[in-house]
């Protein structure tokens, strides 16, 4: 009888593993990145600008990002509050606050976490003048 229950306790230890494994899908198959890399070009120093990126829903669920991270404190982003439906478009409002030395380029990356997806990272590229 303890075979049995060490039995069904493994079996359903290891579904619930391919469970999870099967709901992180990469990003590519559930979005298309409108860029993977956006050219803000040159920006004055510390007066940064704002600029959206845009996805596309290309999975037939809605698509929930869950989370926006930034790489840096110079770095502000907000998600969609509402589900992005198939087919349509979502938007990541993005804000930079050109803080850095002047003349320097830079290259930050902002990391878009889907629900049941594997994180994105999308990149943006400038120099402060």
């Not at 494994?21 to 120093?45: C, H, N, R, S, W």
């Amino acid at each position: 009888m303890k075979k049995f229950y060490l039995f069904a306790v493994l079996f359903l230890m290891g579904f619930a593993v391919a469970s999870h494994a099967q709901e992180a899908v990469p990003a590519d198959q559930v979005i298309k990145m409108a860029k993977e890399e956006y050219q803000l070009g040159k920006l004055k120093f510390k007066e940064g600008t704002t600029f959206f990126m845009e996805f596309t829903n290309i999975s037939k669920k809605p698509v929930i990002v869950e989370n926006v991270l930034v790489g840096c404190g110079c770095t502000v982003a907000e998600k969609p509050s509402a589900p992005i439906m198939p087919g349509k478009v979502g938007k990541i409002k993005v804000g930079y606050d050109a803080t850095a030395a002047a003349g320097s380029a830079f290259k930050k990356d902002v990391t878009i976490k889907i629900k049941g997806a594997q994180p994105k990272t999308v990149y943006f590229t400038g120099e402060i003048i």
